[in-house]
């Protein structure tokens, strides 16, 4: 988002309304280009922005990107992310990384749930499905039994 102040006004009004999507997000992944001279003010940039649209409460991952370009070591420091990765997606160095913090995180946001539904329930196993990760379904005499992650926000209702 460092080049926003490059944007013409209706251009700015435009991207800023895409990024008001992200209120509706879980996570947001702030990609850096760790190599700019210029990362510390587009990083400011972004946060104020985000501020602006009243983006709050999100889990923030700041990924560095490019370190295949930097020569000297740089200080890479992001106090307002809660997670930090350094990559380079070109040459692929760090993607392991960043995948598994991506799952933590999604982890870290569900909660494990294991249960028996009598088959009246099982409109609960499909909402399983769409708000959260069905690992199990066994179908039984007594109901189906479910082994699932469920999104933390909703496991009374699961329970």
């Not at 702030?30 to 587009?42: E, I, K, L």
């Not at 070109?90 to 995948?99: A, I, P, R, V």
Request: hydrophobic share 40%; glycine share 4%; aromatic share 8%.
């Amino acid at each position: 988002m460092g080049f926003i102040r490059k944007l013409p006004h209706h251009l700015i009004e435009a991207f800023k309304s895409t990024l008001e999507e992200a209120k509706y997000s879980d996570i947001i992944l702030h990609v850096v280009d760790a190599s700019n001279p210029q990362m510390d003010m587009h990083m400011h940039v972004v946060y104020d922005t985000l501020r602006q649209l009243e983006v709050k409460d999100k889990v923030m991952i700041t990924v560095y990107n490019k370190l295949d370009r930097i020569a000297e070591p740089v200080r890479l420091k992001d106090m307002s992310a809660d997670y930090q990765v350094r990559i380079s997606a070109k040459n692929g160095d760090g993607l392991d990384t960043l995948m598994d913090t991506l799952s933590q995180v999604l982890r870290s946001q569900r909660v494990y749930l294991e249960k028996t539904y009598g088959y009246h329930e099982a409109g609960k196993i499909q909402r399983i499905r769409r708000s959260g990760q069905l690992l199990s379904e066994e179908y039984a005499e007594d109901g189906i039994r479910v082994k699932a992650y469920v999104p933390a926000a909703l496991y009374a209702e699961f329970r």
